[in-house]
C-alpha cells in the first residue's frame, strides 16, 4: 500500500519540474558571456558648438 503522503510529494515534485520548463520556454538573449562590453568615451562624442544648435537665439 502506497503512502498518500509520497504520492502527493511526488505529484507536487512534478508539478513545479513542469512549471519550470514551462515557464522557461520563449526566453531569450545571449547564450553565452560576452567577450567583453564596448565603453563608449566622453572624447568620442560629437559636441555641437551653442551657435550651431537649431534653437539659439540670433542677435
Do not use: H
Request: hydrophobic residues 40%; aromatic residues 6%; neutral net charge.
Amino acid at each position: 500500500m502506497r503512502c498518500w503522503a509520497n504520492t502527493l510529494f511526488t505529484v507536487i515534485i512534478v508539478g513545479l519540474g513542469t512549471l519550470a520548463m514551462l515557464g522557461a520556454c520563449g526566453q531569450k538573449g545571449d547564450l553565452y558571456l560576452p567577450e567583453s562590453a564596448p565603453t563608449s568615451r566622453a572624447s568620442d562624442v560629437p559636441t555641437v558648438p551653442p551657435s550651431a544648435a537649431p534653437n539659439a537665439a540670433q542677435p
